[in-house]
């Protein structure tokens, strides 16, 4: 029997995410039979209802086929997971020629949230301007991003500026404001019923959230963003190398910038 943990995160989400892993690591090739839904009932020991939710959830993203009377199939190859979890940089799938749309739901001048007005550097009532944008990759939703920016500079940019892939460089071209540096801070977080509605994933689907802040060389910030990514199409690769002089054993320099892995760069490509 396997043991789920009890805790936030579904039961159903939990023996989703266990064959995702095994489908990913070649454990069930392509063309395998998965278990019956009565097989993992009793594995899981969970109701029936929440075998059967898991399995859409895999059909859905197709890693699986469900035929009717004959039982539940594996349809893709371990690396077609690996072509699913790209990077969180949408720039790298505009250079591997894979298709991403976004569409901007909302834009204009609201009252900054307090944690936004003290990340751009504003009065403590002050206003910023906002859009909301959602990107879509191979027809399903990849990641909704929330963007505050400094009124001054939001006035300046056009509606059509608004859905630019690259936004940082709109941003210098139309505004003549050049980011020098960005923090980031990346969490798990579980979907709301909002969330989940714009990334078409249940409610208390697990999700990865990136806040970044832009600077320019003087350490104004000119940007701020919150943008949150379907876990089961991204992913983060982070690299660790020792600093050659260490002055502590754990003086490690940890660097996070999305790096692809070799079967997802070779899988997108021969796409």
């Known amino acids: 029997m396997t043991v789920l943990k009890r805790g936030p995160t579904p039961y159903y989400h939990q023996i989703e995410s266990i064959f995702r892993n095994k489908i990913a ?3 069930f ?11 993992l009932t009793n594995s899981f020991q969970v109701s029936r209802a929440t075998v059967r939710q898991a399995l859409h959830n895999l059909e859905r993203d197709g890693l699986v086929r469900r035929e009717q009377g004959r ?4 349809t893709k190859p371990a690396d077609s997971v690996a072509r699913l979890k790209m990077t969180c940089l949408l720039e790298d799938l505009i250079a591997l020629g894979i298709p991403a749309e976004t569409t901007v739901l909302q834009s204009g001048v609201v009252r900054a949230p307090q944690a936004v007005a003290e990340a751009l550097k504003l009065d403590a009532a002050g206003d910023a301007f ?3 944008r959602v ?13 505050y920016l400094p009124v001054w500079i939001g006035e300046k940019l056009r509606q059509e500026d608004l859905a630019a892939q690259h936004l940082l460089r ?3 071209r139309r505004c003549d404001v050049r980011a020098e540096e960005a923090g980031q801070v990346l969490e798990a977080i579980m979907a709301d019923a909002n969330q989940a509605l714009l990334l078409g994933v249940d409610a ?12 320019d060389r003087s350490r104004q910030p000119v940007e701020h963003s919150i943008t949150l990514y379907r876990s089961d199409r991204v992913r983060f690769m982070v690299s660790q190398r020792q600093r050659q002089r260490r002055t502590r054993a754990d003086d490690w320099v940890l660097s996070a910038r999305g790096a692809r892995s070799v079967a997802a760069v070779r899988a997108a490509r021969s796409s």
């Open 25 to 27: 690591s070649g454990e």
């Open 29 to 39: 090739r392509e063309g395998g039979q998965l278990p019956s839904e009565e097989e």
């Open 71 to 74: 039982g539940t199939f594996v």
């Open 130 to 132: 906002s859009f909301l």
């Open 135 to 147: 990107v879509k990759v191979e027809d399903a939703a990849f990641s909704a991003t929330r963007v």
């Open 170 to 172: 709109t941003l210098s």
């Open 204 to 215: 208390g689907s697990a999700l990865l959230s990136v806040t970044r802040t832009s600077c």
